[in-house]
């Protein structure tokens, strides 16, 4: 062969030496992510895998980002909350992100749903993908939601349903700059102003622990301009401000996740009473 073959071939030679070594450092973070047990996480029904492999993705770089927020209470012990996993090295600079819906009872995962997660199709997240396969897209442990639905119900009086609980949410009263009213106080509100108390106790038996709240803010305002609670509705509210766990929520400029005795103490009852 002429070195004027070799020389017109070069860039082939190239291109295949390139396209190996990505092959092989794809294969390697496969193995590496797979090597901590990955899919295993779900098969143990373990939150604390969950949580030590993203400490682990994270610390060591690998490709893509896994966030496991599992601090919204239901009730008791149980707890819910999302796995988020993208293919950048964070959450927020993730061009594509699979949201992973759970409940748990303390550590053990008794339910999670990816059946109904989107993905741009220009930028699938292989691994992923390859990772997840074999592995059912929705698992429920049927004791286990059994038993939360039927705690649920002593408490609120009212069936548990996950499609309300993981409805987005938000709390804040006024928000950003200025102190701007949120929509959600804007229709809280109305139902104050209004004394509209059956619709207020539809938000303390939802399922949505933010409607809870909102529930326990309209409530606890139309105390505070001499509206008397029934023995019932006291009792839903103690419950919800025994409540231990996180929730979306603004104090003025500042979002973040806060607790909710938090909420409660420096959010609700620092507010000035609404006149009717």
């Not at 980002?65 to 239901?74: A, E, G, R």
């Not at 429920?140 to 009212?158: C, D, I, V, Y």
């Not at 200025?178 to 038996?205: D, Y």
Request: aromatic share 14%; charged share 20%; proline share 3%.
């Amino acid at each position: 062969m002429t070195c004027s073959a070799l020389t017109n071939q070069r860039p082939h030679y190239l291109k295949f030496i390139f396209s190996l070594i990505l092959s092989l450092s794809f294969i390697a973070t496969q193995a590496h992510i797979d090597s901590l047990g990955f899919r295993q996480c779900f098969e143990s029904k373990s939150i604390k895998y969950f949580k030590k492999l993203a400490e682990f993705q994270h610390s060591h770089q690998l490709k893509g980002c896994i966030y496991v927020q599992n601090s919204n209470p239901v009730i008791g012990t149980f707890m819910g909350g999302t796995i988020l996993i993208g293919d950048g090295e964070a959450v927020y600079d993730s061009y594509n992100l699979y949201q992973i819906n759970i409940l748990t009872q303390g550590d053990t995962i008794i339910y999670y749903d990816f059946s109904n997660n989107h993905q741009n199709s220009d930028r699938p997240v292989i691994w992923f993908n390859n990772l997840f396969t074999a592995i059912p897209s929705v698992y429920k442990n049927e004791s286990g939601l059994n038993a939360l639905s039927r705690e649920f119900r002593k408490n609120f009086n009212a069936p548990f349903r996950d499609s309300v609980f993981f409805r987005p949410s938000f709390f804040g009263i006024y928000c950003g700059e200025g102190g701007v009213e949120t929509s959600e106080h804007a229709k809280i509100r109305q139902l104050i102003v209004s004394k509209k108390s059956p619709e207020l106790l539809n938000l303390l038996f939802s399922s949505n622990t933010y409607d809870q709240l909102w529930g326990y803010y309209g409530f606890h305002m139309l105390a505070q301009s001499g509206y008397k609670l029934s023995a019932d509705v006291q009792n839903i509210m103690h419950v919800i401000e025994n409540k231990k766990g996180n929730l979306s929520a603004c104090d003025g400029c500042l979002v973040d996740d806060y607790a909710i005795d938090w909420l409660i103490e420096n959010i609700i009852k620092r507010e000035t009473p609404i006149k009717h």
